[in-house]
């Protein structure tokens, strides 16, 4: 990759990463603030500005914010994280400008209409009522809540009915106003884009975004726990998680292959053992996710409940077998399927633009696409084998929902992980 970065005076950093072979451009702004930056009081209103940056602005009505990138042929977009907001565009070469007004406009001057706020919080309701009836889904927002509890980690980036009903415009401005800060965000443009050009449209557009640093989330802490609930649907839908490891540390990349080798694709040993070899489930994956200061690697399984009593004590033999013993083949399967996926998703320019953001918020940098690849060529059998046995060293977090009657009890989990794991508070 070509990636080129300025730091302009009011502290917002421009990365670009010119594809001279494309017609059209990616460009985004992406904040370092997500849910974790949410207050008490203020749970779900990262996520309602999100949507409330697109009902209108001081210049532009919802409507005319659609209309003027969809009449070239563009599209918008945004998406709230724990630690990250971001707002994009695609367009063609020629209407880069366009797109960066626009972006600008929606979240230095929204107009938070009344009406548009009441329209837009009943959306979110609807959004929220829809994951509830995906127990696929919400089963990951418990098990954040089971492993984070009491944190704004652990809760649903979302937020609840009653907190969503009682967000108003003042705790949403009072969220921009707090979060929103230029020295926290960044303008990323891949595809057919000049540098010089994407910097001097963001210093004059994005001139008007507030000076200084945004506060810095409180610092998160792991405790694992257990929570599940009988439902009355076909398939019991489950995941085991222990702490990770943030994103800078040594760590990381390790805990990332061990993760692929377990539960990385149809050849890994979860898979394997678990679908292949016994028919216990329909699907299953390992994952390891960083967070600034910390991490979660997990699996999850959808599976019939007549088959619950055998999942848990299988992945953790499977879990605690490939922390001991995964072998040099496994390795180079799981650092060729990462290596891969980057490279892959880095054909596309919207994927290089997202990548230099989170990289830049995450490290103060963009990371080359080399140095990434070195990383993971560092891991070898044995840092990946004290990863995973360090991983499966502190307490449990279980998240369940479905027909959950013959699912192991936590204690029988602990007992299964043996001795030295940390209790569950």
Not at 123 to 135: F, H, R, S, Y
Not at 233 to 249: K, N, S
Not at 401 to 422: C, D, M, W, Y
Request: with cysteine; proline share 4%; aromatic share 6%.
């Amino acid at each position: 990759m070509s990636a080129r970065s300025t730091t302009l005076p009011s502290g917002l950093t421009v990365i670009t990463d010119a594809m001279p072979e494309l017609g059209t451009a990616a460009l985004g702004i992406t904040f370092g603030a997500g849910a974790r930056s949410e207050l008490d009081g203020e749970h779900g209103v990262a996520h309602l500005l999100e949507h409330m940056a697109f009902k209108g602005t001081a210049r532009r009505s919802a409507q005319e914010i659609s209309e003027e990138i969809e009449q070239v042929g563009g599209d918008l977009n945004a998406a709230t994280g724990s630690e990250q907001t971001s707002y994009t565009a695609r367009v063609l070469a020629e209407d880069v400008a366009l797109a960066l007004d626009v972006l600008a406009d929606i979240v230095i001057e929204p107009a938070f209409d009344a009406q548009e706020l009441k329209r837009e919080r009943n959306v979110i309701l609807q959004e929220i009522a829809g994951v509830e009836d995906t127990p696929d889904d919400v089963v990951f927002d418990w098990l954040q809540e089971t492993a984070f509890p009491a944190q704004t980690l652990g809760r649903s980036i979302l937020g609840t009915p009653k907190s969503v009903k009682a967000l108003d415009e003042t705790a949403i401005r009072g969220f921009r106003d707090r979060c929103y800060r230029a020295s926290d965000a960044v303008v990323t443009a891949a595809g057919a884009v000049d540098h010089d050009m994407v910097v001097r449209e963001a210093e004059a557009r994005f001139a008007g975004l507030n000076a200084g640093d945004g506060p810095a989330p409180v610092k998160a802490a792991y405790v694992g726990g257990d929570k599940r609930e009988k439902r009355n649907i076909e398939q019991l839908h489950v995941t085991l998680a222990f702490e990770g490891y943030a994103f800078d540390a040594e760590e990381a990349y390790a805990a990332q292959v061990f993760a692929n080798v377990v539960g990385g694709g149809m050849s890994s040993r979860l898979f394997q053992e678990i679908r292949e070899k016994r028919g216990l489930v329909y699907s299953i994956n390992a994952f390891h996710w960083s967070y600034a200061d910390v991490g979660l690697f997990g699996v999850y399984a959808g599976l019939s409940g007549d088959d619950a009593a055998d999942i848990l004590p299988v992945s953790i033999d499977a879990l605690l077998e490939a922390a001991d013993g995964l072998d040099e083949r496994e390795l180079a399967r799981a650092q060729a399927q990462m290596k891969a996926g980057l490279l892959m998703s880095l054909e596309m320019p919207s994927a290089r633009a997202d990548h230099h953001a989170r990289h830049h918020l995450a490290y103060g940098r963009p990371l080359d696409v080399a140095e990434t690849v070195a990383k993971i060529e560092a891991v070898t059998v044995m840092t990946a084998r004290a990863a995973g046995r360090a991983l499966l060293s502190s307490a449990p977090s279980i998240a369940a929902i479905g027909p959950i009657k013959r699912l192991t009890p936590p204690e029988r989990v602990r007992e299964r992980l043996g001795p030295g794991r940390a209790t569950a508070a």
